[in-house]
């Protein structure tokens, strides 16, 4: 088996123990039907992470506001990150540990949804605003990596990719944020 099929054959790997995991096929489940029910309530769904993660977010927040599947109208979905002069100035005042958690202070309300997107489940800027979600009454999701790090007790509900190995971490996590996006268009919907 040469390099490529060795990586491929891992990342298969990777989601196959997502596949046979009922607690996180749960997870996944339970995520789609949150951020449905706030955007049926006509409430947020906001995404952070850093680099990679942050990719993730504004992906996965674009096809939630855009269309995924269907020719439909936009749903509320922001990626936090995208204001690069908000977000060079919160860092350079206050910490780049704050970003998120003052847009959240802004932007969030009860029952709006924040998914942290973190594959070692320890970035402190993702930690502190999954803090002011709760703080707000946010409903908060958390996508990690195997142990969920610290923020696995800060997520209403985690989905904690099986892999210590960010790549593969990455490459579920955003075939789970294509599954959540396809099951909230469907359910969203088909019930309007």
Do not use: W
């Amino acid at each position: 088996m040469n390099n490529i099929q060795r990586i491929i054959t891992e990342s298969i790997r990777t989601k196959r123990l997502l596949l046979e995991d009922d607690i996180l096929i749960q997870a996944i489940q339970k995520a789609a039907d949150l951020i449905t029910n706030t955007l049926k309530n006509d409430g947020k769904i906001l995404f952070c992470g850093n680099g990679g993660s942050a990719a993730d977010a504004q992906h996965l927040a674009a096809e939630l506001s855009g269309r995924f599947y269907m020719d439909r109208e936009p749903l509320f979905a922001e990626a936090l990150h995208v204001n690069t002069s908000y977000l060079t100035a919160v860092a350079n005042d206050y910490s780049y540990d704050d970003i998120y958690a003052r847009l959240i202070k802004a932007k969030g309300r009860e029952g709006d949804v924040l998914v942290g997107i973190s594959t070692s489940g320890n970035s402190g800027n993702v930690m502190k605003a999954l803090q002011q979600a709760r703080q707000q009454d946010m409903i908060t999701i958390g996508m990690t990596g195997l142990t969920g790090g610290k923020m696995k007790d800060l997520c209403g509900t985690l989905i904690n990719v099986p892999s210590k190995d960010t790549p593969r971490i990455q490459e579920s996590h955003i075939m789970v944020g294509h599954i959540i996006c396809e099951l909230v268009e469907k359910d969203f919907f088909r019930t309007k």
